[in-house]
């Protein structure tokens, strides 16, 4: 029993499920569900669509270099059967899958704390850079030249009241 | 190239019929995708391996394209692995078989999808067969292209040994 990757989303195609394509030079496209064969279906580039792995490994949205990503790995070599192995591994198993999760959160975070930090960076450059330009209140109400000049223009009356007598 | 040629007017006819279904069925569903849309319906349909499909023969008999005249088994027609009778439609200068002939021949690529004994499915790019005699030994001496494992239950042992891929 092999458990194998999705060609589109990346995604763990458990024993009989989704659908196997295989082409003329023999390369299998496995798809972990209709959607994903359905993408590929209409040529759909994985890197280019925003839900799949590849898309965020791309773009920086997960994790691509870790320690615990070693452990999953295709060996075609089959093990053989010992308990005391399979009780380790086991074991090993929760603990390797709670230090990704951790790993995984502490990257988040870490994504999301940098580009707050980086704005607030921008802002203080520019108003460094650019302050010069704007004038303060101050200065606009002793210099009247600086501001646009307020424009007067007149209401006419009578044609307030017509308003209100249709109302 | 005649094959090449015949399955390029099938494709069209294919796409003139889902042209005049998506006018009917989807008119004004979706106007934002219509590209995609167009691209997905442009997919041909896949059905069984019945009277009057084109075939290739992927083997050295000789043959080069045979049509299906009867499906040994099933009322709708034949699928991936089953046997079928067929007519030799073009076929090489001095191989075995000859145009006209009628024979054996074990569908090894069905682009029609095919339930797996683990409950997944599996796909080919073409319609493909191997020519076999009444005993069910293959007339030619070689298998190109990959075919799948499920030959192994229909007893088809020559034809997997003698393919070059197995999927």
């Known amino acids: ?50 839900w799949t792995k590849a898309y965020r490994r791309l773009h920086g949205k997960d994790m691509t270099q870790d320690a615990t990503f070693e452990f999953e790995r295709k060996r075609n070599r089959p093990e053989r059967y010992d308990r005391n192995v399979t009780e380790n591994t086991l074991k090993a198993i ?35 850079q650019s302050i ?30 017509a308003t209100r007598m249709e109302e | 190239m005649a094959a090449s040629n015949s399955s390029s007017k099938l494709f069209r006819v294919g796409r003139s019929l889902l042209g005049g279904l998506s006018n009917n069925a989807f008119a004004g569903s979706r106007p934002s995708s219509e590209l995609a849309r167009l691209d997905f319906l442009s997919q041909q349909t896949r059905t069984f391996i019945q009277m009057r499909t084109n075939l290739k023969v992927v083997d050295n008999s000789g043959a080069k394209r045979v049509m299906c005249i009867q499906a040994l088994k099933g009322d709708k027609g034949a699928r991936l692995g089953d046997t079928i009778v067929a007519s030799v439609k073009e076929a090489h200068m001095g191989g075995k078989v000859k145009k006209g002939d009628v024979c054996y021949a074990v569908v090894v690529r069905a682009a029609m999808q095919k339930g797996r004994c683990d409950g997944s499915e599996v796909k080919f790019d073409d319609n493909a067969v191997v020519l076999i005699n009444k005993q069910g030994e293959p007339i030619g001496t070689r298998v190109f292209g990959p075919v799948p494992h499920e030959l192994r239950r229909k007893k088809h042992l020559k034809i997997l040994s003698l393919a070059e891929h197995i999927a």
């Open chain 1, 94 to 128: 929760k603990k390797i899958d709670k230090v990704r999760v951790d790993r995984e959160a502490r990257h988040h975070k870490e994504r999301m704390k940098g580009k707050k930090e980086q704005l607030r960076k921008e802002g203080v450059r520019e108003l460094d």
């Open chain 1, 1 to 50: 029993m092999r458990l194998e990757k999705c060609w589109f989303c990346s995604s763990t195609v458990y024993p009989g499920h989704g659908i196997q394509f295989v082409r003329n030079d023999a390369k299998v496209f496995r798809f972990c569900r209709s959607k994903c064969h359905k993408n590929f279906k209409m040529k759909r580039n994985p890197r280019k669509v925003k």
């Open chain 1, 132 to 161: 010069h330009m704007i004038k303060a209140p101050a200065a606009l109400l002793e210099d009247p030249s600086l501001t646009i000049p307020k424009l007067k223009v007149k209401v006419s009356q009578d044609k307030a009241e």
